[in-house]
């Protein structure tokens, strides 16, 4: 189990495949049942807990190694499908028929797949601050940041509240490094590959069935490096909402995390509704 990886009390389960997931779980007095997949639930906690007062709320760490079947044509694991897949997994063994799904940044891909490959669990799927990339990337000032030696440079820009750099730099001491391969990145931040090519992608978003939320902030580097792809995402995909947070930053679970539950909350009531 990787506790560390959770602020707070963990479980975990062990799927039909023998792979080993690590949860946390609020909210068991509410009905409709809400997964969120991450990385790790430490400053995104409040997030998790804001969504507890009206959700059952799941949140599953997304594993880095262990048993997977989801695999390439060379035999390397296609990480972003696997996430997937273990969400779906997940949900089967708690005997989880329907959910509302929401990730944020890498936190979404699990909910591509989902739209792929099992949109009958899906009641919404929120998908923040990342969208499939069916556009050329604009720029990569969010990647130089990550590639550079000095992690407080990075988040002097990730988030509007200087006060929000001591509670994510613990963060990163609790989890003790950062991912163990390049394909890690490579799948966190590409929801695309979860199909086969782009035009099949273009497709799904051209054809979506399930309601998608959309939420982007506008000074977020990462919104900035593919805002031809986010632009896109937002315009193609059939039926969903789109909010663009004005002065936002990439970290909103530090600066606000009352407003993303709320963004969740009125996306998930507006889905309910015919207009």
């Known amino acids: 189990m990787e506790a560390n990886k959770i602020k707070g009390e963990s479980k ?32 995104l906690m409040p997030v998790i807990e804001g969504l507890a007062k009206r959700y059952h709320v799941y949140g599953v760490v997304m594993r880095f190694d262990g048993i997977t079947d989801e695999l390439n044509p060379d035999g390397t694991t296609h990480w972003g499908r696997q996430w997937g897949k273990d969400i779906y997994d997940f949900s089967q063994k708690l005997g989880i ?32 601050y990342l969208a499939p990339h069916l556009r050329k990337q604009n720029s990569r000032k969010w990647f130089d940041l990550l590639d550079g030696e000095d992690p407080t440079k990075m988040m002097a820009v990730a988030m509007r509240k200087p006060e929000g750099l ?93 407003r993303v539950v709320n963004e969740v909350f009125m996306f998930i009531d507006e889905s309910k509704k015919s207009y």
Not at 248 to 257: I, T
């Open 97 to 128: 028929t329907k959910f509302h799904y929401n990730g944020k940044c890498h936190g979404t891909v699990p909910g591509w797949y989902l739209v792929k490959e099992h949109p009958e669990v899906l009641e919404t799927f929120s998908s923040f």
């Open 12 to 43: 975990s389960v062990v799927l039909d495949n023998g792979a080993e997931l690590t949860y946390c779980e609020y909210g068991k007095e509410n009905k409709e049942v809400l997964i969120a997949g991450a990385f790790y639930f430490h400053t």
């Open 166 to 258: 001591k509670a994510k730099m613990e963060e990163m001491a609790a989890l003790g490094g950062g991912a163990p391969n390049p394909a890690i990145e490579e799948y966190a931040t590409s929801p695309e590959k979860i199909w086969a090519t782009q035009e099949a992608c273009k497709e799904a978003l051209e054809n979506m069935s399930i309601p998608v939320g959309y939420m982007f902030g506008t000074i977020d580097p990462l919104f900035e490096d593919y805002f031809d792809s986010n632009m896109y995402a937002m315009r193609n995909t059939k039926g969903s909402r789109a909010v663009i947070l004005g002065g936002e930053c990439h970290l909103m679970e530090l600066d606000c995390p009352d």
